[in-house]
């Protein structure tokens, strides 16, 4: 079978799929073990597209296999997953349709390999057959992302680009140009997807490191940190590490993970810059020192990541959210307990859920300092209630930025 060239990306395609759907793993988890039998590069591009493509189009796609058939196929039948990542190829990835055909039956057999010829074929003869301009969101996600589900779904439509954060701020204007890029905020440069980071100036120098420009708002609300003593509580990988400790912070970053506070090591060393690391579950640990702030970026179910991550949207329901909201109210009941007077907290997530969002905000028992349109990158604007909420259909026009949540309070 692998003798068909393009086969091996189909199958890895198809593996990433079933698991994302069926098994709820992630897909960049399951990339990892899918994209290891294929050699090339370009293999390798081609399956995590089609894969991408099918898991942001999948409410279409589903609709438009359901349209060509008498009888529904089960969600779990794989000639319905070998007909999505075809109907994704076709109308995404513009591959033409013998191509399509060429490649993607070879991974079914017998029955359900006619089954899945005759759907492709019918809808091929199909006049005017088209994806909407938007992906369609399945009705509990829509519903749980209110008025923004329109914007959201948009922001998908594309991955993201890539966004630098600079070390140092006065650097922005100069490094921006440099490198080809355009800039949102001070210590912000946006470069085009795909842009390949080590062959960017000064990477092994340091003096920059990858970061959403969302994932930048909650440590920029601390402000310049000119000594004080901050908690990053819940650290690696260190993005808000090593923003704090550029901005002057003294920094303790604490995670429950050794695995991941390898990362954060890694990335202060390529950085040179400082924080105490702790390993510790933060549900049990004591702090033996007092904080000027501290910086809860919680676990969350990372909805806000969609546009990176197409998976989230099918593998997230109420029940993670559930599950997720509970360890965050108890990470902000500690959070709240350990701030002295006069300090002051910013709680995060990278979440669309309000359960995980304004419901953690609303339960803090503390007065809360309103986030202001003039601590924010132009275009954005803090709710009603003085949080920031981003999401993917916002600064659509400059290439979006991922959903955040975030809250400040004084104690
Ligand atoms: C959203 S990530 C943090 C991202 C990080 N702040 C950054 O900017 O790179 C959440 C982190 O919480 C950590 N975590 C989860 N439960 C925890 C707990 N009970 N105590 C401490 N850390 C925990 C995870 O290991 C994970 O690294």
Excluded at 103 to 117: E, I
Aim: net charge negative; charged share 25%.
């Amino acid at each position: 079978m692998s003798d068909i060239s393009g086969l091996p990306a189909r199958r890895a395609a198809l593996q990433m799929i079933d698991a994302v759907l069926h098994r709820g793993e992630t897909l960049e988890t399951v990339e990892r073990n899918a994209l290891r039998r294929i050699r090339g590069p370009a293999d390798q591009a081609l399956a995590r597209a089609i894969a991408g493509e099918t898991l942001r189009w999948l409410t279409d796609l589903d609709m438009m296999i359901d349209s060509a058939m008498k009888k529904p196929l089960p969600h779990d039948a794989k000639p319905r997953s070998v007909l999505r990542l075809m109907l994704a190829q076709w109308l995404r990835l513009d591959t033409p349709p013998h191509a399509v055909i060429a490649t993607a039956l070879p991974l079914l057999t017998g029955g359900p390999r006619r089954l899945a010829h005759g759907v492709f074929s019918t809808l091929n003869k199909r006049d005017g057959l088209v994806l909407p301009d938007i992906p369609t969101l399945a009705p509990e996600v829509e519903f749980r992302w209110g008025d923004r589900a329109d914007a959201i779904a948009a922001g998908i439509v594309t991955p993201p680009p890539l966004d630098l954060a600079l070390k140092d701020w006065s650097q922005t204007e100069e490094r921006a140009e440099a490198m080809g890029g355009i800039s949102l905020a001070p210590g912000h440069i946006r470069l085009p997807r795909g842009t390949p980071i080590d062959q960017l100036p000064s990477y092994k120098d340091g003096d920059w490191w990858v970061q959403d420009l969302a994932a930048t708002l909650p440590a920029r609300l601390l402000g310049p940190g000119a000594g004080k003593r901050v908690l990053d509580l819940c650290a690696a990988p260190g993005g808000k590490t090593m923003q704090l400790a550029a901005a002057g912070w003294n920094v303790t970053a604490l995670d429950i993970s050794e695995r991941r506070l390898d990362r954060v090591r890694q990335n202060l060393e390529r950085t040179g810059l400082q924080a105490e690391i702790i390993k510790a579950n933060a549900l049990t640990w004591r702090p033996a020192k007092q904080f000027d702030a501290i910086l809860l970026d919680a676990p969350c179910t990372a909805t806000g990541t969609c546009r990176r991550h197409p998976d989230v949207v099918h593998r997230i329901g109420e029940r993670q959210i559930e599950e997720q909201a509970e360890l965050q109210n108890a990470l902000l009941e500690r959070a709240v307990e350990w701030l002295p007077e006069g300090s002051t907290l910013i709680y995060a997530v990278c979440s669309l859920e309000s359960s995980e969002g304004e419901a953690q905000a609303e339960s803090v028992n503390l007065a809360p300092v309103p986030i202001t349109s003039e601590e924010l990158p132009g275009g954005l604007e803090p709710t009603k209630d003085g949080w920031l909420k981003t999401d993917p259909g916002m600064l659509a026009d400059a290439g979006g930025l991922d959903g955040f949540f975030v809250g400040r309070w004084r104690k």
